[in-house]
């Protein structure tokens, strides 16, 4: 619903580079790499903390992965990408584990032996539980182990437990509550969450449509046992990477009180399973852990690690004085961790340089697809598969080999989102200027079916009168115009035909500076040949002949009390003179054929007398409070015309002028008009551009920014709008007869449609 203009990108020096071809199965890895980043960037917790910025969490390696694609290079950049998080939870699984050794006597029931200071070592793998035996086991009565100073509880098992309940229910639910005397919080998930994407315009948050941030996932408690034991002992549990999710929350969550310690059978990378999400990639089923929730304490300090790490535990006797040591120490208090809700979003570094080194132009691939992957409310309008885009590019971007190449990719790349909103930054770079964006001094224009000359500028080097009004062009450069558009179609995104055509012309007649542009044109009934040099760098093209709206004041009564509003002229601080100039119309014109200037909240509390419904949103919503996938939603919101009961209301028809110029805030507008005042409004005219929603950024190295629609505007009943346009209720376009007579068509069928309902 924002009017974005287009910035200015200084020349840079083209570099050059070697081309290079890859394989599917290269190209698959330099997608992982990618995707994996993306993952990362958006719901790792570390990435929230400033720990590494995006950027540099990846471009090395791309640029690494892109030199050598090779399966070893693969997992090695992954490794080093991992490595740069500080977190071992996040990190490439390997197939080496070392074999668990149990201390027990027999392979289905527990095990126990006397250490020194009194402590109690007790081997009982959980999945022992489940053996009715062990319940008849006279040392293993809880009142028993009232008689030792400290336990020592051997969980460990040989292979993955997923569901430790005979164990809580049978005996480690009394065994565990032991020495609680109060209930505790079983430690809270705390995952990150993005409702939208955060414009990368801006470095702050503040006042965005977006919001980024922490969310936590409810928790249960551990509650006392019935009969309190006044057991003062120190407990201590050995786990492994065995151990399941469940059994390792109540732990943390005693050992965070104080009531237990946690030894840990192995590596740091195999410990707390239950952050990490399990990926596979598609390129050489490598397996990844990757952490995308932390565990807090009941006083916000984040969980991470146990009180001992033993990687291999193969003698028993220094096993078990390991044990004791830590029986008898004293605990220790958590450190000052304390999770911050000050949600820094990593921003892409955007130095104006026009071009970027490889790994700088992968992050910016990598930064916008996922951008579009996870927070485009229209994605599921796009025209082919956003996983084949990402495939399609990877060699596209490695192989632009300077400033022009590199823009083009980025432009055809946008291109594939279908979406007007789809601006690219640059216009007037020199090195691509010169080659592609001179022209001559006329303008092209579609009408019906055929493309005429519609307005004639100066040129001091050379005739352009020669050209002359409403020529009809055949060809450019021999070719037949309606194949020589097509080459356009990967410069810019147009949401639908009608706005490729409202903006092809821009870049018709546009080519190398100095370059022939020959026309083929047809006037009077013969075909011609016409040549013309591209000698400016910009013609600022004049619509006057075709476009109606600077024919009139922003408030203006016609002929038979008609009222007529040009909503690209209307400000806020005239509205009330509309009103009170127009309030006894029989009808009130409001001509939307621009871009209205913010007023439309204004106005519509005073159509109606009544409060209603009159758009819906859509925004993205995406975290992961499940380990296995996503979360993609779309939160939807409304927004509803309070009606302004301290005013009259106008009561008189409401007519919206519209076409394809009609875009974004200018279709929202129209869709409150509609919502306000219901069926005493009708629109009349063409299919407007079918881009709505909240214009969102993107940065990519080099100094560019792309936009899409970060907001899914619809209609209250849900009917879509993006691609679509507004809903019109007579179609009137203007044919080539009435503008050459310098009729307003459009405007005259509203006229008629007033005075005889038809």
Known sequence: MKKVLLLVVFYIPILIQAQRNYTSAEISRLADLGKIWGILHNFHPSMARDIVSTDSLVSDVAESLANDPSSANFRACLEKMLAKLKDPITHVVTDKQVPVKLFTDNDSLPSYRLLADSILYVAFPTSFASNEAVSKLSWLQLQEF????GLVLDLRNAKQIDD????????????LRKG?????????????????????RNTSLEGGVYIAGWQTKSSGTIRPAARPAQWNGRM???????????????????????YCKIIFDGDAVDYLNSTAWDYYTAADSLHLKLRIFDYLDVNGKIIRDPDLFINGISDENIFLEKCRILAITSTKNNPENIHSLAYRHPFPNNENSGFAPIGQ???????????????NPNKHLLKQPWDSVLVEFIPRFINANDTTSYYFTIADMVSRIHDSHGFLNLLNMKTVAERYWYTVPLSAMKIGTKYYIVSIG???TQNINAFQLWDEIIAIDSVPINIYKEKFRSRFAASNDWTFERDVRRYLLSGAKNSVLQLTIMRNGKITKLNALRTQPAYLSDYDLVSFNDNHKDIEILKGNIGYVNMGLLTIGRID??????????????????????????IVPRLTDHDSVAVKFGIPYVTYKSIYEPLISKNSDYFIVNADKTKPYYKGKIIILCNAITQSHAEYTIMLFQGAAGKRVTVIGSATAGADGNVTAVKLPGGYSTYFSGLEVLYPDGSQTQQTGIRINIKVEPTLAGLRASKDEVLQKAIQFIESGK
């Open 180 to 200: 609680v005397n109060k209930p505790l919080q079983i430690p809270v998930h705390l995952f990150r969450y993005q409702a939208g994407f955060i414009d990368q």
């Open 146 to 149: 009232e008689k030792y100073k």
């Open 458 to 460: 100066k040129d001091s």
């Open 164 to 175: 430790d309940y005979p164990f809580t229910k049978g005996f480690g639910d009394a065994i």
């Open 236 to 258: 201590v549990v050995v786990v492994n990477r065995f151990s399941s999710s469940q059994l390792m929350e109540w732990l943390l969550a005693l050992q965070s009180a104080g």
């Open 577 to 602: 003179k509309m009103f009170d100039t127009l309030m006894d119309t029989k009808a009130i014109i409001f001509d939307i054929r621009n871009y209205p200037k913010g007023t439309v909240f204004d």
């Open 361 to 375: 132009r992968l992050f910016g691939l990598y930064n916008y697809w996922n951008a579009i992957n996870y927070f």
